[in-house]
C-alpha cells in the first residue's frame, strides 16, 4: 500500500460492507460514503470492542434492504499515523437516532455495533466445572469453544513489538489478523461456572487468577481491542508498555490541529481529571488489595 501523509487525528473508512441477516445471494452495500459520524470504544474495562456509525441515507436503504438491526458488517479502517490498515468483522445490534435529513428527502441514523466474535459468544451461556487447572487453560478452553473460532499458537508477531515472557499468543482462525493473548498463571483452581456468558464466565476467572513466578499479581482483566483478546494482568500491561516504549504525554488544554504539526497532537493531553482521590472500597473490588 502507498505510503499517504501522516496525520494522527484522521482515518478513513475505506469499507464497511452491510450483508443483510439471513439472506442468501443477496446483495451486500457498502455504504462508507454515507457515513458522517464514527466511534470505537476500547478498554481494559471492556470485554467487548464496540462502537457506532451514523449514516446519512438518501437512497432509503433503510426499508428498501430492510435494515433490522442484525446485518453483518465488515469494516476496513485506515489510519494516517502509522499507515496501518484495520479489518474489523462486526455485528449490527441496534438501530437509533432516526431523523429525517433537513430537505425530507433522506433520512439519518446510528448503528450500534460489536465485534462478530464477541456477538456470537454472547448468545451462548455455559455451565461447566473445571478441575484443578490453571486459569490460563481454561481462558484458552473457553475462548476456543464458546467464541466458536479455532485457536493456532504462533510466535509470529507485529513487526518491532515485544510481548513480556510467559505469554501464549493465538491465531484466530474465524478472525484473521487479530489475535488471543494469555498471561500464563501458576495457581491451579477448581471452579463451576455457574450459567454465565463465555465473557462472563473469564471475568469470572480473573476474580480466582494468580500471576506468573515472574509477576505474582491477582489483578487479571479480560478485554477487547482492535487487534485482539487480552488475558493478562496489571503487571503485564506495565512491562509491555516499558519494552514497546513507554509514551510520555504533555497536558495542554489548547492542542494545535494543524497537519503541519503532528507531534503535539499525539503527545499532548487537552483533558485530565482525577474523579475519586481516595477510594478504599472501589480499590478493594477492583481487585488492588
Known sequence: MAKEAFNPSRCEIKKAELIPHGKENVKSFDVSLMIGDFHLNQGIDLVALSGTITLLDNINLLQGMPMRGEEQLILTIYCFDKQTEINLNCQVIKIDGLEPTPDTKGMSYTLHWITK????????????????????????????????TGLTETTKLTEGRVIPENTK??????????????????????????????????QFITKRTYGSTRSKSSSFRFFERFDGWYFVSDEWLFQNGRDNGAKVLNYNPFVEMDGENPLEQINGLNQLNYTHRVNTASDIIGGAY
Open 169 to 202: 499468543v493465538y491465531n484466530i482462525a474465524k478472525d484473521p489478523g487479530r489475535r488471543l493473548y494469555i498471561e500464563e498463571s501458576d495457581n491451579n483452581i477448581t471452579v463451576t461456572i455457574p450459567h454465565y456468558s463465555p465473557a462472563e464466565a473469564i
Open 117 to 148: 466474535l464477541s456477538y456470537e459468544s454472547g448468545k451462548r451461556s455455559m455451565i461447566r466445572s473445571f478441575t484443578k487447572k490453571k486459569p490460563s487453560t481454561i481462558v484458552k478452553e473457553i475462548f476456543e469453544k464458546y467464541y466458536n
